[in-house]
């Protein structure tokens, strides 16, 4: 049996890929994640732990807060999600959680995109396609502002495109 990838792992708790999509823009802290959250001071120093563990995070800055260090930590650019093979079933679980907390909390009256689709294409229009959806992808996460920044509004966005069997695999 194969080991599934200590960074996958860590990527498998829908909770841990919300923290790196809050920290993406901006260092926050354990004490502004589980505010934000809702969760204990503890359980979310704990799950930036294990993402620090795996090299998903870095610290970003130490400051003192009353009398104590508080550590700001920044997700680490380039994180490896676009081309995981071993393991995406794991991380294809957590994004369908996360995805549906997310509909849960969507904006009334809002608009939006949503795709379903198994599709036969040219390869080199999938290669041009996939090349675009994943410079989109950089373009969003490089414009995100920090959480709750005034005047911006907070997106849901998730995806995963890939180039299936031909045929399904045998059970």
Avoid: C, K
């Amino acid at each position: 049996m194969t080991e599934t990838d200590p960074v996958l792992r860590a990527l498998a708790h829908p909770l841990r890929l919300r923290i790196l999509t809050l920290i993406w823009p901006a260092p926050m802290s354990a004490a502004e994640l589980a505010r934000e959250l809702g969760v204990s001071h503890a359980l979310a120093s704990q799950h930036l732990r294990r993402l620090d563990a795996v090299g998903l995070v870095e610290l970003a800055e130490e400051r003192v807060v009353r009398g104590g260090r508080e550590r700001r930590y920044l997700a680490v650019r380039g994180t490896p999600l676009s081309d995981q093979h071993q393991g995406s079933q794991l991380l294809a679980e957590t994004m369908a959680n996360t995805l549906r907390e997310r509909v849960a909390r969507r904006a009334p009256d809002s608009t939006g995109v949503t795709v379903d689709a198994e599709l036969w294409l040219d390869p080199e229009l999938w290669e041009s396609a996939r090349t675009r959806l994943a410079a989109l992808a950089v373009e969003l996460h490089e414009a995100a502002r920090p959480v709750r920044t005034p005047g911006t509004t907070p997106v849901s966005l998730s995806l995963m495109a890939f180039p299936l069997q031909d045929t399904p695999p045998s059970s």
